[in-house]
């Protein structure tokens, strides 16, 4: 049985190649594509969007969404995604055309003419998840569950204490941590365990030409160390499909929106300060070996 997802992204170089396996995985049957500022601006990562939708040949609808955080400055990564978002590799020119419809309205169309519940990945900001929840409440009984990108209990990356995407929009993702929809969080705690080793990138180009886009793209990866790049957003469509691979544990998650701490995600570790109520699956260990064989594995079987 097949994965009926929806998308909400920013890409980025991470989200493009969890595009590339969300699009291709004959497990996952994606939906549609929503953008939001965040890597880059709105406009560029809705063009990224269609560049992987484009690449692939596939009649994916993209919609466009937030231009910009609830009340937050926004604040991009173009220092670590370039400042197209999606740097490396020629793309083809003949885009396809975004919904004219905005990303909020394009969601709650999907999410309510679906016979089935329905699980929203976002792994750029969640600015147009909150905005849908505030305008549209009625979706979230068709929700079976958010599987986000975003968050650590521990060190940050954007600061000491915050993430990228909660950072962000802190506003928004306290939303959605009160939404009272399963929520499982993917963040740092994993993604800067399971990096994409050197060896699996230059394994790559030799696969395939989208072995080659892929490694054409990573390798201008800001998030880079010497024992390979974070492939932060990949590891949402990793747990969909092996969540045998990954820890979690039951506990709830408060989202800081102002202060110093802007946009860290505060753990209730010890269950001490809600009742013993949980509200997310914390993702806290993962099988970095067995992400890295199924990133490859999962570029062999593209046909492209």
């Known amino acids: 049985m097949t994965i009926k997802i929806l998308m909400d992204t920013d890409p980025g170089i991470d989200d493009a190649a969890a595009l590339t396996m969300a699009i291709n995985d004959p497990n996952i049957d994606l939906k549609l594509i929503t953008t939001v500022a965040g890597n880059v601006t709105v406009d560029k990562t809705t063009i990224n969007a269609l560049k992987i939708v484009r690449f692939f040949n596939q009649d994916i609808p993209v919609a466009a969404g937030a231009e910009q955080p609830l009340f937050k400055d926004f604040e991009d990564a173009a220092r670590i995604h370039g400042a197209s978002g999606m740097p490396g ?3 083809p020119t003949d885009l ?3 919904l004219h419809k ?15 519940p329905i699980t929203l990945v976002p792994t750029g900001s ?3 998840i909150a905005l849908l929840f505030s305008e549209y409440p009625e979706v979230k009984s068709h929700i079976d569950r958010i599987v986000a990108m975003g968050g650590a209990l521990g060190k940050g990356n954007m600061t000491s204490a915050a993430e990228f995407n909660v950072f962000t929009d802190p506003d928004a993702a306290a939303i959605v941590y009160k939404s009272g929809i399963p929520i499982v969080m993917v963040g740092l705690d994993i993604t800067m365990k399971a990096l994409l080793t050197h060896e699996s990138i230059e394994e790559l180009p030799k696969i395939s030409e989208t072995g080659k886009m892929l490694h054409d793209i990573i390798i201008n990866d800001g998030d880079n160390s010497d024992s390979g790049i ?8 990793f747990y969909l499909l092996h969540p045998e691979a990954i820890k979690t544990e039951d506990m709830w998650i408060d989202v800081v929106t102002d202060g110093p701490a802007i946009g860290e995600t505060v753990g209730d570790i010890r269950g001490a300060y809600h009742d013993g109520k949980t509200n997310a699956k914390v993702s806290v260990d993962i099988d970095a070996v067995a992400f890295n064989k199924w990133f490859l594995e999962e570029v062999r079987a593209i046909k492209n």
């Open 102 to 116: 905005t990303a909020v309205e394009a969601l709650h169309d999907e999410i309510m003419a679906s016979a089935d």
């Open 126 to 128: 969640y600015t147009n």
């Open 89 to 91: 590799y020629e793309f």
């Open 96 to 98: 396809p055309t975004p």
């Open 230 to 237: 974070a492939m932060h957003d990949v590891n949402t469509i």
